[in-house]
């Protein structure tokens, strides 16, 4: 069966570090060379625009900011039907244009997404913050963050997607008010409410960088919640009486010192079923925590820093999560 016709696209903004990589990763595909193209584009003030048109099988085009806006450029420039997404943050298996193309020999699929696997050079601290199940399940695999059924997967996640660009420009292809994120889990919901099928093809792989250090790591998380107050729009008083909202932790964290201090035996104890509490809350209500117990082998990460370290993770992300979520909020509030 002849190879489908794919246009690979590249958004970036200010990776003069990252895009190298990628772009060697996508000059090893195997792939025919006149089955594909790659398009960067670009919206940065760095290097990275320079560094690009050394590859002079790369297409180049300069776009306004923002993550939609350079997902509509790279689709309307996109020559073939099927466009895939990656980020410049990203390594490119060899085999990933013939997973994409197998997808979707099956005619009713309109778009699929893979996992983002931290590199396997990744130091430890990026090996625990990719545990946490992000982005596009981090080093669990999608399958923490979707669950496959008879109708498709939710959304796929835009590090590692591919869609028919026909059905991308039916639903008005990505919603430029998705400025700073959250735009492929809009369109794939509105793909979804047209009756487009998505899927999640495990072998479809990406190497996702992850953050390796606390602070690139919590910046991060900030920008998530910028992304879900994109999605969901919640009101300041939903915002508040979120469970991690940072002002309860902070009490929470005052009065425990207190106590400590007062009985700090007694506050040992408090704090330990409070940790088994929190453990056994992320076993029940958070699917990548159990996915993680049970792959922790395979992920390459020792129990007791799934017990430990990665709860710790996970709360920091998700109180970081509604300051950025509050951030948003208070930025369209002024306007």
């Given amino acids: 069966m002849t190879p489908a016709s794919i246009s690979v696209v ?22 025919p060379k006149e089955k594909h193209e790659i398009l960067v584009v670009d919206a940065s003030t760095d290097e990275t625009p320079r560094i690009v048109q050394r590859y002079e099988k790369v297409r180049l085009i300069q776009s306004a900011k923002g993550f ?29 244009l013939r997973v994409i193309d ?17 590199p396997p ?31 498709g997967v939710d959304f796929v996640a835009g590090c590692n997607s591919a869609f028919r660009k026909s059905a991308l420009i039916e639903v008005g292809g990505f919603d430029p008010r998705f400025f700073d994120g959250g735009e492929d889990v809009d369109v794939s919901r509105r793909l979804r409410e047209r009756g487009y099928f998505l899927d999640y093809v495990p072998d479809l792989t990406v190497y996702h960088k992850p953050r390796r250090t606390l602070v690139s790591y919590l910046r991060w998380n900030i920008g998530v919640g910028i992304t879900k107050f994109n999605l969901f729009e919640p009101s300041l008083l939903k915002l508040i009486f979120q469970p991690f909202f940072p002002l309860w932790f902070f009490i929470l964290a005052t009065l425990g010192v207190v106590f400590f201090v007062k009985n700090p035996l007694l506050s040992i104890f408090l704090w330990l079923g409070l940790w088994i509490s929190l453990i056994f809350a992320l076993w029940l209500a958070k699917k990548p925590f159990p996915l993680l117990l049970k792959r922790r082998k395979k992920v390459g990460v020792h129990l007791l820093s799934c017990l430990t370290i990665v709860p710790v993770l996970i709360l920091l992300r998700q109180i970081c999560i509604n300051i950025g979520q509050l951030k948003k909020w208070a930025r369209v509030t002024r306007l």
Wanted: charged share 25%; glycine share 10%; with cysteine.
């Fill in 10 to 31: 590249i958004i970036t903004y200010n990776e003069e570090k990252n895009i190298r990589p990628c772009l060697d990763s996508l000059m090893a595909l195997d792939y």
């Fill in 68 to 96: 939609s806006q350079q997902r509509n450029a790279g689709l309307e420039a996109a020559k073939f039907d099927i466009v895939a997404f990656t980020d410049a943050d990203c390594v490119i298996p060899p085999d990933w």
């Fill in 102 to 118: 197998r997808a979707f020999r099956e005619e009713r699929v309109a778009g699929v997404g893979g996992n983002a696997f931290p």
């Fill in 121 to 151: 050079a990744t130091n430890r601290f990026g090996l625990w913050t990719a545990c946490v199940g992000h982005p596009a399940g981090g080093a669990i695999g999608f399958d923490a963050n979707v669950e496959r059924a008879r109708d």
